[in-house]
């Protein structure tokens, strides 16, 4: 099994190495040599504030992939959410944090193809949040003060509805359906963790998400996404099309992960 880290701080290298994990660097902090980082010729790092992540897994795709073909299991987590062996406690520190994270791929996996982090079950929001994130949704749709949240709601809130509304429409018109039915459930698996079976499905992914997120890009050149919700709008497109498209395409399993922001960490 092989773990991608992902973190924007140039710290934690011996901790991440130490518990199995290979460290990737991103942002515009310099990174030592150790890390992996998202640059090689043709790549897309120039994007990293609107793609978050998804510069990294660029590279990959176009430019590692393939030295980790012999890998069963290719997957990915950052330097403040960590996959994390069942049954564990909450870590309070780095020391409970290593016997947590999970090193090995349960014998558990073996029937699945994706593994997705546990999802987030959207209920009823609470007003001041409403009012806050986004209050002339609120008048558009009323019923979301005594109903649960959709997750299509969840991003017209922090985010706008123009955005996914518009992306929506680059999608094939079937998978436009299929997906547009996903967005009015109430649970998604959050923060583009997932940890892949094989690079033919890896590669399927990629060939897929790459293609709608750059239409996405062309489309949306006009806009200012320097603002709150939008800069990274095509990691939070991507976060609700991720587990939709391992669900159509593969059979999945999620997950349990944990919390815990290794950078502010005060016991190392």
Not at 148 to 163: A, E, N, P, Q, V
Request: charged share 30%; net charge positive.
């Amino acid at each position: 099994m092989k773990i991608f880290c992902i973190s924007i701080y140039n710290e934690n290298y011996s901790f991440f190495k130490k518990n199995g994990l290979v460290s990737v660097g991103l942002g515009n902090n310099n990174f030592d040599e150790c890390w992996i980082n998202d640059k090689f010729e043709k790549d897309i790092s120039i994007k990293n504030k609107n793609f978050g992540e998804y510069t990294f897994h660029y590279k990959l795709w176009k430019n590692l992939l393939n030295e980790y073909k012999d890998e069963k299991w290719i997957g990915f987590c950052t330097y403040r959410r960590f996959w994390v062996n069942k049954n564990f406690p909450t870590p309070k520190n780095k020391e409970e944090l290593s016997y947590s994270i999970l090193k090995e791929a349960p014998t558990e996996w073996d029937e699945y193809d994706c593994i997705l982090a546990e999802p987030i079950v959207l209920g009823k929001q609470k007003f001041m949040k409403l009012f806050k994130n986004n209050f002339t949704y609120i008048f558009k749709k009323p019923s979301l003060l005594i109903n649960r949240c959709t997750i299509k709601d969840h991003f017209y809130l922090s985010h706008g509805s123009y955005f996914l509304d518009e992306a929506i429409k680059l999608l094939d018109e079937d998978e436009q359906n299929k997906f547009l039915n996903f967005l009015n459930g109430h649970e998604f698996n959050p923060h583009n963790l997932f940890i892949c079976k094989n690079i033919t499905l890896l590669k399927l992914y990629y060939t897929k998400i790459f293609t709608w997120l750059f239409k996405c890009e062309e489309l949306f050149k006009k806009f200012n996404l320097d603002t709150y919700g939008k800069k990274r709008i095509y990691g939070f497109l991507a976060e609700r099309y991720l587990p939709f498209w391992f669900k159509e395409n593969s059979k999945t399993l999620n997950w349990p992960y944990t919390y815990f922001d290794t950078n502010k960490d005060k016991n190392d």
